[in-house]
């Protein structure tokens, strides 16, 4: 087979990616890699159909693009369903039965159908997110991937002047808290402590910028917490328009990757009485955006 990639969207020749001519439950060739690495960089975000695999092939895919991301910072650490190298987005308990209305698990994870880049909280923010879609809801579950370089482009040259330099606080607790999950234990706030990224960032290969947003944004450095907010709403309902955004109908073994430093995605709702089972593993990042200050 010959690796192939086409646009999803003719019309969006540079954004979402289909590639072709592949078996990723099978070793991945070097000049594979830099074929998909390349499609990444061009694309931000890629689809391979049809992959049966199980979690050490994901695995082993995902390492053949860079080293991993653990799962830490999550609340079921001690219990959990998945090992540490696979996030867990699924709406099932280790029994593998949809968990309970009110199971805090459950309504933590409802912060993906809120817009975001992975593990923005993180000091070091994640590169690649793959994720594997093992059972599908039958209704909604789609989710909506935005061109963040596509959505810089666009804006003025006064608005490009004034958030250049901006450097914004990100934190679990501001997206969470958005949704009304303000109690956390003295661990979870310690673990959940905000980052700093900048607003603004520049891909290494391609050299576009992008901005830079996510629920997990709550604060900027040097201004008010109003106003700050104000700001970063109006960029994510910017970078939000329809014209930047592709949704994903997911398909029972879709693999998707994004790269997190050029797209922001959320999920869509779904009917919570079925159950949906997705996995994702992570590419690790290998800098931070900005230097970090510890609180005081």
Same mark, same amino acid.
């Given at each position: ?15 979402? +990616?289909?590639?072709? +001519? ?11 890699? !830099? ?24 695995? /082993? ?31 099932? $308990? ?15 994870? %409802? ?18 997110? &793959? %994720? ?30 004034? &958030?250049?330099? %901006?450097? !914004? ?44 947003? /996510?629920?997990?944004?709550?604060? &900027? ?45 959320? +999920?869509?709702?779904? $009917? ?25």
């Amino acid at each position: 087979m010959t690796l192939s990639i086409r646009p999803a969207n003719p019309e969006r020749p540079d954004f979402f +990616g289909v590639v072709g +001519g592949i078996d990723l439950r099978q070793p991945i060739s070097r000049e594979a890699v !830099c074929a998909i690495e390349a499609g990444m960089d061009r694309f931000a975000a890629l689809v391979f159909h049809d992959q049966p695999i199980d979690d050490e092939q994901q695995l /082993a895919f995902t390492r053949s693009l860079g080293p991993l991301e653990m799962a830490t910072g999550d609340f079921e650490q001690k219990n959990r369903r998945l090992s540490m190298a696979v996030n867990d987005i699924s709406n099932v $308990d280790n029994d593998n039965k949809v968990r309970a209305r009110d199971d805090r698990t459950r309504l933590f994870s %409802l912060g993906n159908m809120l817009w975001h880049s992975d593990s923005s909280f993180r000091a070091i923010p994640a590169k690649y997110s &793959i %994720l594997s879609a093992r059972v599908v809801n039958p209704i909604g579950g789609n989710t909506e991937y935005a061109d963040m370089r596509a959505a810089y482009d666009a804006l003025d040259s006064a608005t490009k002047g004034e &958030i250049e330099d %901006l450097v !914004c606080e990100h934190s679990l607790m501001y997206s969470r808290g958005s949704l009304g999950i303000l109690d956390y234990s003295d661990e979870e706030r310690a673990t959940f402590r905000p980052v700093r990224q900048r607003l603004v960032r520049t891909h290494p290969v391609t050299g576009r910028k992008s901005l830079y947003l /996510a629920s997990h944004a709550g604060a &900027i450095v040097g201004m008010t917490m109003p106003e700050a907010r104000i700001l970063l709403r109006d960029l994510t309902e910017h970078a939000t328009q329809p014209k930047f955004v592709y949704g994903h109908a997911w398909r029972r073994w879709d693999l998707v990757i994004w790269d997190n430093r050029q797209v922001m995605h959320r +999920g869509r709702r779904y $009917d919570q009485r079925h159950a949906r089972d997705m996995r994702r593993t992570t590419v690790a990042g290998d800098a931070p955006t900005t230097a970090q200050v510890e609180a005081a």
